[in-house]
């Protein structure tokens, strides 16, 4: 009887629990995500800051981003008690945690452009 081959092993062990990657995916991975999570790291957002920095982005949809991330702990919203109400969002710890993933797509697609580096939020700080 010959022995299983050990890379199916940890395919098989890898299908029995959870992927991190797919985890972390399944949060940030949705259309609009990230480009809100950029936005959030040059500091607080209104709904409508988001909307005029999103060309595209419908109002239902950055709702729904936004609750989803907040549900995880990545955004925090805080309403403050005016007439009209004013609503801010911005990133919790959890949140800022991200940065140097999308700092890697950042250089990532700066090199597949062949461009300079841009200016970003999600440069690494000094």
Do not use: N
Not at 51 to 58: Q, T, V
Not at 110 to 123: R, T
């Amino acid at each position: 009887m010959t022995s299983p081959d050990p890379a199916m092993l940890d395919r098989h062990e890898c299908q029995e629990i959870r992927c991190p990657i797919q985890f972390v995916l399944e949060i940030i991975g949705s259309k609009w995500a990230i480009l809100i999570l950029r936005e959030l790291f040059m500091g607080r957002r209104r709904t409508h800051e988001f909307l005029e920095a999103l060309p595209g982005i419908s109002t239902k949809t950055l709702t729904a981003r936004l609750r989803e991330m907040e549900r995880h702990g990545i955004v925090e919203r805080q309403v403050f008690p005016e007439v009209p109400p004013r609503v801010e969002y911005s990133l919790t710890a959890k949140g800022r945690e991200v940065q140097p993933i999308l700092a890697g797509l950042k250089h990532l697609g700066e090199q597949w452009l062949h461009q300079d580096a841009c200016h970003c939020p999600m440069d690494p700080r000094p």
